[in-house]
């Protein structure tokens, strides 16, 4: 795991590129946790993974239905748990499934989720500076994701240092 990394973007098209990257280098058993206001960019990162993962048409929120599975190079979960509040064991038994298996999680409000689940998970927490202006900073990220950031990142604000 790597340092914490803090970026902006300044548009929604800048937003879908970093999430098109962290598509192209996703692995099995990645776990995202997107954590943001409302509006903050948590799905628009999403459609860029989607789109990096060769994910094609249009991939929505579930924020009425949970869960959308979208085949690609692997396949994507994406969950939003806006509505739940507390995680019952109907729906722990329906989202466990998707954790640590043949595809990559991205997860909107995860805070319901047991640890059990999130346990080594990457963590990208959005806040929104000004309209079109979105700041990224992380925690817990593969060497190969905090690549992306460094490479990718229209704008860093922090960097890790490095150690030679």
Same mark, same amino acid.
């Given at each position: 795991?790597?340092?914490?990394?803090?970026?902006?973007? %300044?548009?929604?098209?800048? $937003?879908? %590129?970093?999430?098109?990257?962290?598509?192209?280098?996703?692995? +099995?058993? #990645?776990?995202?946790? !997107?954590?943001?206001?409302?509006?903050? =960019?948590?799905?628009?990162?999403?459609?860029?993974?989607?789109?990096?993962?060769?994910?094609? =048409? +249009?991939?929505?929120?579930?924020?009425?239905?949970?869960?959308?599975?979208?085949?690609?190079?692997?396949?994507?979960?994406?969950?939003?748990?806006?509505?739940?509040?507390?995680?019952? =064991?109907? $729906? /722990?038994?329906?989202?466990?499934?998707?954790? =640590?298996? #043949?595809?990559?999680?991205?997860?909107?409000?995860?805070?319901?989720?047991?640890?059990?689940?999130? #346990?080594?998970?990457?963590?990208?927490? !959005?806040? @929104? @500076?000004?309209?079109?202006?979105?700041?990224?900073?992380?925690?817990?990220?593969?060497?190969? @994701?905090?690549?992306? /950031?460094?490479?990718?990142? +229209? %704008? !860093?604000?922090?960097? +890790?240092?490095?150690?030679?």
């Amino acid at each position: 795991m790597t340092q914490p990394i803090s970026i902006e973007t %300044h548009s929604e098209d800048e $937003t879908r %590129h970093l999430g098109a990257e962290i598509g192209r280098v996703a692995q +099995p058993g #990645d776990i995202l946790l !997107l954590l943001g206001s409302y509006g903050a =960019g948590k799905t628009t990162l999403v459609q860029g993974i989607a789109q990096g993962l060769g994910i094609e =048409g +249009p991939v929505t929120s579930p924020s009425f239905v949970l869960a959308n599975e979208y085949r690609g190079r692997i396949p994507l979960y994406h969950i939003d748990l806006w509505r739940v509040s507390e995680m019952d =064991g109907v $729906t /722990f038994g329906a989202l466990a499934e998707y954790f =640590g298996g #043949d595809g990559i999680c991205a997860v909107e409000w995860p805070a319901s989720l047991p640890a059990s689940l999130v #346990d080594g998970a990457m963590v990208i927490k !959005l806040a @929104v @500076v000004e309209d079109q202006i979105r700041r990224f900073t992380t925690s817990g990220l593969e060497p190969r @994701v905090a690549q992306v /950031f460094e490479r990718c990142a +229209p %704008h !860093l604000v922090s960097a +890790p240092q490095r150690h030679k």
